[in-house]
């Protein structure tokens, strides 16, 4: 049965980076399906990152250019990398695969 459990939140300040680990138990064959959501308080959960057919990666609107899902990832493992992060990034991030999802990290962007 597949595991997600996600990593690395935390506090950060404004423009800092942060890069997030999700640890995948019980193999994943295929990587298409695997990526990274998050959601606010108050708000609905929103696409962060997904790896779609073919290796693709789609990124939402909001973090194009400042996220990135990078291509080296360690086996069995997913990471996300943020850079130049703002307050409303502040949400917590789950790692999700085909319908399951993990428990999620708290990323507080904060002065």
């Known amino acids: 049965q597949l595991r997600l459990v996600e990593s690395g939140g935390g506090l950060v300040q404004p423009g800092g980076s942060l890069k997030l680990s999700c640890s995948m138990s019980g193999g994943i064959l295929d990587i298409s399906g695997l990526g990274w959501y998050r959601q606010a308080p108050g708000k609905e959960r929103e696409l962060v990152a997904m790896i779609s057919r073919g290796g693709n990666i789609n990124y939402g609107d909001s973090v194009r250019g400042r996220f990135t899902i990078p291509r080296n990832n360690a086996k069995n493992t997913l990471f996300l990398e943020m850079t130049s992060l703002k307050p409303e990034d502040t949400a917590v991030y789950y790692c999700?695969?085909?319908?399951?999802w993990g428990p999620g990290t708290q990323v507080t962007v904060s002065a």
């Open positions: 999700t695969y085909r319908g399951a």
